[in-house]
């Protein structure tokens, strides 16, 4: 068996070599489609698009996407095609938990009082859900839209727009339909807003009018940003970057555990689909040596140390992205 693989995903390869004859790794942006032409499986992250002028005359079975979102897969052409397709929903949920529980703990520093603050948290699945849990573990009153699931306890958008001193994004972008995500945040959302929020985005770039946000931090529409996701990634709004208090390039989901669970949901697809026999569980890696842990999330990731480093280099973006020194989640420090 062959299986094709991007090369920045960690800690899966001693596995993949015991699963598989050949396994070529190759840089997820250049997977082109006479790399994939005799391959079985093909995994990859948000950087490889995979439709039909990737796939059409491959040999490929199946398509793993080591990451929660799907918008880089054509999945209509993939069933047409008799490809299976799997991705890692939840994999890195608690890794975007941490990410905007240090933010708040951030923004609290610079006079956000989190006991008398509202949170609005758009989108309640996997991600949202545990940002809810921080959130009240935080002390912040807590709402939530998301129409799709239907919960009584859940409030509108206009609701949101009303009473909310931080708004986050936690939905996946979708650009058509009653519920579409795309520029969710656009010019009369932010016209809309009746108090000044904090704006945090992890989700994806376009859900957020980047343009608009600007407009809103410059007329004081919106106190502040915290924002992962950006519209025409890797080549972001520099402007929009200096003027967020925190901007990062898309690693909010970059932590140790967050990729290993991603990991172990790829392996396991690929034993289900070909029939395989389990290699074991992936673990992460330990924490470091001589870590001192003073009961503050801070001390195990702050966000602004990644700010510093984009806003010091946009054009870097890919790179810090690429390279990134992943991070353990709060949770391994609490098991210790």
């Not at 897969?73 to 008799?82: C, H, I, R, S, T």
């Not at 009653?178 to 704006?199: C, G, M």
């Not at 395989?276 to 890696?285: D, Q, S, W, Y």
């Amino acid at each position: 068996m062959k299986i094709v693989a991007d090369d920045k995903i960690p800690f899966i390869r001693e596995k993949l070599a015991l699963l598989a004859d050949d396994v070529v790794y190759l840089p997820g942006g250049s997977i082109g489609a006479a790399d994939v032409r005799d391959a079985d499986a093909l995994i990859v992250r948000t950087r490889t698009r995979c439709d039909s002028r990737l796939l059409d005359g491959s040999r490929v079975q199946l398509v793993a996407t080591a990451t929660i979102g799907f918008d880089h897969l054509d999945v209509a052409y993939l069933q047409q095609a008799g490809i299976r397709w799997t991705n890692c929903p939840g994999c890195n949920s608690g890794s975007v938990a941490q990410y905007v529980e240090c933010s708040l703990l951030l923004l609290a520093q610079r006079g956000l009082q989190l006991h008398r603050s509202t949170i609005g948290i758009v989108g309640c699945g996997h991600v949202g859900s545990k940002v809810r849990a921080v959130a009240e573990r935080l002390g912040l009153r807590v709402l939530v839209c998301d129409p799709l699931l239907g919960d009584p306890s859940f409030v509108s958008m206009d609701v949101i727009e009303r009473e909310s001193d931080v708004i986050t994004f936690h939905v996946p972008l979708t650009r058509e339909g009653r519920y579409a995500t795309y520029h969710l945040a656009d010019e009369a959302f932010f016209h809309r807003l009746s108090r000044v929020p904090y704006i945090i985005n992890t989700s994806r770039g376009e859900v957020v009018d980047g343009g608009s946000l600007l407009a809103a931090l410059q007329a004081g529409r919106v106190r502040d940003a915290v924002i992962d996701v950006w519209e025409h990634e890797p080549h972001i709004d520099p402007e929009l970057l200096q003027r967020v208090f925190i901007g990062t390039p898309h690693i909010a989901g970059y932590s140790a555990d967050g990729k290993v669970n991603a990991d172990n949901m790829v392996v396991d697809a690929l034993c289900r689909h070909f029939r395989l026999p389990h290699p074991g569980a992936i673990v992460p890696p330990p924490l470091p040596v001589g870590f001192n842990y003073s009961g503050s999330p801070l001390d195990l990731y702050n966000p602004m140390d990644d700010s510093r480093k984009l806003k010091a280099d946009p054009s870097a973006f890919e790179a810090l992205r690429n390279h990134y020194p992943l991070r353990r989640e709060t949770f391994a420090v609490e098991k210790v």
